[in-house]
């Protein structure tokens, strides 16, 4: 199986569509999608639509997902992520306010080989930056690969014979990371529309059980176009300023 993987795209719609292209055109046979989709971005109700279009196999909620649709307050939001929060659950049209609201909490196992959460897998909204909760998580997961997103950060975890490694984001446009047998890997494919590794391209991954890889993918987009819709729309001008830089 091939799985598209996108995660935090934050209604970033030319991301999104940017992303999809790419992945069309490599191929693959179904998609996850590991949360927050919205939040940030000035799209929310067309990038809802188009994953809503694409009939995830399995998707779980991100933070800013829950917030938006008003399951939580925007408690430890700083106040440019609280401002895009109230303005995202304004013009979220209802229907999607509740599609989002019964989105699932992770980690959810998708197949013999893959499972996926938003922050990882022993706490929803928890952040995996170190080894220490990396090792954690890898120990909770129960698949051979742990897919997660949250820090929109690229990574790469491997645990095999004892041995822990980390490979960290990397300026190349494809990379590949191959499964070991009896190894364990927590993956995070970086942000589809919101880098913050310092690189602003948008970010996906391409996981092929069969073959045992995840294939990793930074591809550009107009993200003058993104910029123009955040500022048009009133959101806070620094979230159209940080998509060119990644940060």
């Known amino acids: 199986m091939r799985y598209l993987v996108l995660t935090d795209i934050h209604a970033?719609?030319?991301?999104?569509?940017?992303?999809?292209v790419d992945a069309t055109g490599r191929g693959f046979a179904e998609t996850l999608?590991?949360?927050d989709l919205v939040g940030y971005g000035a799209?929310?109700?067309a990038v809802v639509e188009r994953i809503q279009s694409l009939h995830p196999t399995a998707i779980v909620r991100g933070n800013h997902d829950k917030v938006?649709?008003?399951l939580?307050?925007?408690e430890g939001f700083n106040a440019v992520a609280k401002s895009a929060a109230k303005w995202t659950l304004d013009v979220l049209k209802p229907a999607y306010r509740q599609w989002l609201a019964a989105l699932p909490e992770g980690p959810i196992d998708v197949d013999d080989t893959v499972e996926i959460c938003h922050g990882s897998p022993f706490d929803e909204d928890a952040y995996i930056f170190d080894e220490l909760d990396a090792v954690r998580a890898l120990k909770v997961s129960n698949r051979p690969l742990c897919l997660f997103g949250h820090t929109h950060y690229p990574v790469t975890f491997e645990l095999s014979n004892d041995a822990f490694d980390t490979v960290g984001s990397t300026?190349?446009?494809?990379t590949q990371v191959q499964m070991t047998p009896g190894g364990k890997y927590l993956i995070n494919p970086g942000s589809v529309g919101q880098p913050r590794d310092g690189d602003p391209r948008a970010a996906y991954a391409i996981v092929d059980t069969n073959a045992r890889r995840v294939e990793l993918y930074r591809i550009r987009y107009a993200v003058e176009e993104a910029q123009t819709k955040v500022i048009n729309?009133?959101?806070p001008d620094v979230l159209a300023q940080r998509l060119a830089v990644g940060r």
């Open 12 to 20: 970033n719609l030319e991301a999104l569509e940017t992303c999809l």
């Open 171 to 174: 300026a190349a446009a494809q």
């Open 33 to 35: 999608v590991l949360g």
């Open 43 to 45: 799209d929310p109700n």
């Open 72 to 74: 939580e307050q925007a």
């Open 233 to 235: 729309a009133g959101l």
């Open 68 to 70: 938006a649709c008003g």
